[in-house]
Structures are given as structure tokens and as C-alpha cells.
């Protein structure tokens, strides 16, 4: 097949578009054609090996996010979907067994927690094989596009927002960095949840897009202080929550735009993993700093459901060929998006 892999760690121009082996599903696994394959954040940080869950063996296919159809399944494995179905899929791989998988949370999984595309080869390729129980069919009325687009950022959205943050109707959420895929997903979340979202970004230009979305205040964090325009806009209250993925000084910002009481949930640190935090305003305000990672396969099926109803949308900045996988990376690393960068596989064979 022809796929999208890197032998070293580097940047963008390390990605090769290249022939590799097709993949072969074993027991209890199925094998999807991707027709789409959608980029993220994490993508770029295993690319640079700035986080190396591959463990230096190459050559490795990126991609957690995808959609395609169903074209096998390995030995003595069935699922309630038949060949032929236009699916999308879970990413996330745990071991099904420990205590924590056990107990619902497979997110939290203590032995053997991967994902696609991280641990395991991904979805920038023509093929790609996932467990069949990770398998979630696709309605009609997203394309393969829209629903690549997806996965990753409503799912993990669902999780930080509606599980751990629990974010309440007439509460004021802070979404940070309103551009990026996980943000465009939790704006909308949050207003379907009844909350009143400042969304905070770096151009004017993005801060629109914010606003069509959903976002009912906005704040160009490279034209003011973000800190003294959320106490300006929340008449000197703070919000109830902030939503945050970007690491180093960005946590300490929106910790500091909490109200009393309030929770700042963090799903990562595409930025930074180093960041200060200002302990007093954490014990004297009673906040509370929550940690958010990736999602359940319910959470993802419960998102699914609206995206098919129409009631979520993703949005797609761009799609490109998937031998354009680089320029795709370049595009992110210049925070020249808004929303998600997808990769559309032109079919090679049939």
C-alpha cells in the first residue's frame, strides 16, 4: 500500500510518501480502506520525538483519526457491522483487563494504554487494521472527510467537558487556543451545554471563525493581557472553567482567570509540559486543576450521535492529498489553521 511513514525524528521533511507492506488483521482486529485521515496536535510531537511512544522503531505511520470502509477481519473475529460499512474508530488501545479498564475507564488503562498512530502504525496509509470492537459505523450524513475530522477532538472534548469538567448551564467556560481542532470541538460542546464561552486565540481573523461558531466573546491574546479582558468581560467574577491543551505559560494564565470554585481542565501540552503554577491562587480560591486524557469509546459514540444529527459540525480548515502529509505538518506548525487539516487517500488500487 502506499502510506505516509518516517524512518528518524525531525521535522516535517522527515514524513515520506512511500510503498509499505498492506497490513494484516489478526484475531480480533479488523482491516478498514481509509479514504480520510485526519491530522493532530500529537501527531506533530511524535513526528519530532519530542514523545517517542514507538520506541525508535521505524519505519512508523502516524494517524489516529480516521474514516473508510470495512474491507476484512482477521481470524475468528466478528463485529455487528458488515464488510463494506463506512466506519470510523476509537484510537485508543489498552488492555481491557486491569483494574481501571475493568471499572469503565479504558482511558486510564494501567498496563497496556497505546493509541493508533502513536504505538501502533496509523492511518496515513491506504489501509490500517484496528481491534473490531474499536469499529463505530458511519451515518450518511457525514462525509469521510467530516467524519476524520472528528474522532480525537469531540471525543476528548466530551470527555473533558461533559465527565471530568462537568460543565453546567449559565456557567462562563474559557476555551484557550480557539483555533485548534480540540477548541473548534469544545466551543461547540460547551454552548450545547447552555455555558457562556470566551474563546481566546492569537489573530483577529481566528477570533471570527470562533464567534461564527458559537464563541460569545473573544480575546486576541497578542493584543492584550487575556487575564485582565476575562475579568473586564465577566464584570471582575472570573469564569467557572477553562479549557486548556496548550502547556508552559498558557496553564498559568487560565488558572489565574478562574473564579473561586472554579476547575481548569488540561488534556495536554502541545506547547509545553513545563509550566509554572501559582499555588496560591489554587489553595486560596479553592480551584481545582483536572487532568483529562483521550476519551471512551461511549463518549465517542455519544459525540457520533449529534455530529449525525447535525447538532456538532467539524470544522475542516483544509484538505489535502495524503502524499501532502508534510506540508499538512508545516500548516499546523505555523498556526496557520483554523479547525482541522485532513488527508484525503486517493485510491492507488481497488
Known amino acids: 500500500m502506499r502510506a505516509v511513514m518516517y524512518r528518524e525524528y525531525g ?16 484475531r480480533g482486529e479488523a482491516l478498514v480502506e481509509v ?19 514507538n520506541k525508535n522503531v521505524f519505519p512508523h505511520i502516524l494517524g489516529g483519526d480516521f474514516a473508510g470502509r470495512l474491507v476484512a477481519f482477521g481470524p475468528d473475529t466478528a463485529a455487528p457491522i458488515a464488510i463494506g460499512a463506512r466506519v470510523t474508530g476509537w484510537w485508543v488501545l489498552s488492555c ?14 494501567a498496563t497496556e494504554y497505546r493509541y493508533l498512530g502513536a504505538h501502533e502504525h496509523g492511518a496515513y496509509a491506504e489501509y490500517v487494521k484496528v481491534p473490531a470492537a474499536n469499529l463505530i459505523p458511519l451515518s450518511d450524513n457525514l462525509s469521510f472527510e467530516e467524519a476524520a475530522a ?5 471525543g476528548t472534548a466530551w470527555h473533558m467537558l461533559v465527565t471530568r469538567a462537568q460543565v453546567k448551564p449559565a456557567e462562563t467556560v474559557l476555551v484557550n487556543a480557539a483555533s485548534s481542532g480540540l477548541s473548534t470541538a469544545a466551543i461547540q460542546l460547551c454552548k450545547r451545554m447552555g455555558a457562556f464561552v470566551i474563546a481566546a486565540s492569537s489573530t483577529d481573523a481566528k477570533l471570527a471563525r470562533a464567534k461564527e461558531i458559537g464563541a460569545d466573546e473573544v480575546i486576541n491574546y497578542n493584543a492584550v493581557d487575556t487575564v485582565k479582558a476575562v475579568y473586564a468581560l465577566t464584570n471582575g467574577r472570573g469564569v467557572d472553567v477553562a479549557v ?10 487560565c ?53 449525525a444529527r447535525g447538532e456538532l459540525r467539524p470544522v475542516i480548515d483544509t484538505i489535502m492529498p495524503l502524499e501532502d502529509a508534510a506540508e499538512a505538518h508545516r500548516r499546523i506548525e505555523a498556526a496557520q489553521h483554523f479547525g482541522k487539516i485532513v488527508l484525503r487517500v486517493e485510491r492507488a488500487r481497488h
Open 11 to 26: 521535522g516535517p521533511e522527515v514524513l515520506e510518501y512511500a510503498e509499505m507492506p498492506d497490513p494484516v488483521p489478526g
Open 35 to 53: 479514504h480520510a485521515a485526519g491530522i493532530n496536535g500529537f501527531d506533530l510531537m511524535a513526528r519530532s520525538g519530542r514523545y517517542k511512544p
Open 96 to 109: 481491557g483487563f486491569c483494574r481501571q479498564c475493568r471499572d469503565g475507564h479504558p482511558n486510564r488503562c
Open 150 to 154: 472528528a474522532p480525537s477532538v469531540f
Open 244 to 253: 486548556e491543551h496548550s502547556g508552559g505559560d498558557f496553564l498559568s494564565k
Open 255 to 307: 488558572l489565574k482567570c478562574l473564579t473561586q470554585g472554579g476547575r481548569l481542565v488540561t488534556v495536554g501540552g502541545t506547547l509545553s509540559y513545563d509550566c509554572r503554577v501559582p499555588l496560591h491562587y489554587i489553595f486560596h480560591k479553592e480551584l481545582k486543576l483536572i487532568g483529562s486524557n483521550s476519551a471512551t469509546k461511549s463518549e465517542l459514540e455519544a459525540a457520533f450521535a449529534l455530529l
